[in-house]
């Protein structure tokens, strides 16, 4: 089993930025992919950046450019990333939720073993 706890969600006025971690504990050994998504009121869930275990990145469209995931740093029994997010728009207010799966792989973003609780951020306009 692995416990996933989100923290550094708030508020924040369009254009400024919040740092989102995420830190994995547990059969850390297990994990091969973090991420993270976000789900706006009345919509689906949606990816927001994954990062597999060698560093390869992905993004949505949407954050290209603006979000920047880290690599997984693993100290103290625990695997943590983060999602540093900067020219914050209003659209981006959504909760962000954590992922970890032990799939190497993007083709299966669908597929996640494990959640976050989630974590709120709203951007001002």
């Known amino acids: 089993q692995v416990q996933l706890v989100e923290s550094g969600g708030g508020l924040v006025q369009a254009g400024g930025s919040l740092r989102l971690s995420c830190a994995a504990s547990?059969?850390?050994?297990?994990?091969?992919?973090m991420g993270w998504y976000r789900q706006a009121p009345g919509k689906q869930r949606e990816l927001v950046a994954a990062?597999?275990?060698?560093?390869?990145?992905?993004?949505?469209d949407s954050v290209k450019g603006r979000f920047t995931i880290s690599t997984i740093s693993r100290e103290n029994a625990k695997n943590t990333i983060d999602l540093q997010m900067n020219s914050l728009k209003p659209e981006d207010t959504a909760v962000y939720y954590c992922?970890?799966?032990?799939?190497?792989?993007?083709?299966?973003?669908?597929?996640?073993?494990?959640w976050g609780q989630g974590t709120q951020v709203t951007v001002s306009s």
């Open positions: 547990g059969n850390i050994f297990s994990i091969n992919r």
């Open positions: 992922s970890a799966d032990r799939r190497n792989s993007f083709s299966t973003l669908h597929l996640n073993d494990y």
């Open positions: 990062i597999l275990n060698g560093g390869t990145t992905t993004y949505a």
